[in-house]
């Protein structure tokens, strides 16, 4: 059962991971109040309810579990949010390294040298740190630090507590988390103010 009216990106997180999980594919998954159409677009499987209905509600999620469950993918969670938004790149110079093939066009940006949002991709520790001091110092406001993720299938000694550490060690601060997509997740940085 997952309320709608309480933070309902989170529910619908819950709700995905539910379904990719190959062990709670099968769960039957309530959803009660709020606004319904981003989650019924997502999982239109599932069951809609109100509080005053949820005894009768949930007896029929029990009773009946999905068969052929839809299993969304990574990003549909997220699929409101336009992905230039998301790294805060609209109306932005953006400055891109090491950039997967057609990403460019992918967030309608055309890359500079310099940006006032950097977008570092890496894919290893040792690849972070021999682009890192370029980067940093192409960036104005913003400096994303791009990994692949594990499910990705690329060989990578990175993840998000490794990639922190390294921008926090550097006087870097991480205010931001996202995946940018199937295969690349990344953590905003700005300056650490003195």
């Not at 390294?97 to 057609?102: K, S, V």
């Not at 894919?123 to 994303?144: K, T, V, Y």
């Not at 692949?148 to 931001?176: M, N």
Request: hydrophobic fraction near 45%.
């Amino acid at each position: 059962m997952i309320d709608l009216s309480r933070l309902p990106s989170h529910g619908l997180a819950v709700a995905g991971w539910l379904r990719q999980t190959k062990a709670t594919r099968r769960v039957p998954i309530v959803f009660v109040g709020g606004d319904a159409a981003r989650a019924k677009k997502l999982l239109p499987d599932a069951t809609y309810t109100e509080w005053s209905r949820i005894r009768s509600a949930l007896r029929r999620a029990i009773a009946h579990p999905p068969g052929k469950p839809v299993v969304p993918g990574t990003m549909d969670a997220y699929s409101g949010t336009p992905l230039p938004k998301k790294l805060g790149v609209e109306g932005r110079t953006v400055a891109l390294i090491g950039a997967p093939d057609g990403f460019a066009r992918t967030i309608g940006v055309r890359s500079q040298r310099k940006g006032d949002v950097v977008i570092l991709f890496s894919r290893s520790m040792a690849d972070l740190r021999r682009r890192f001091a370029a980067a940093a110092h192409a960036a104005g406001a913003r400096l994303w630090l791009a990994w692949p993720k594990k499910t990705s299938g690329l060989a990578c000694d990175l993840g998000e507590l490794e990639v922190r550490a390294f921008g926090l060690a550097r006087r870097w601060v991480d205010f931001k988390i996202c995946a940018i997509d199937a295969t690349w997740s990344g953590l905003a940085f700005a300056r650490r103010r003195e």
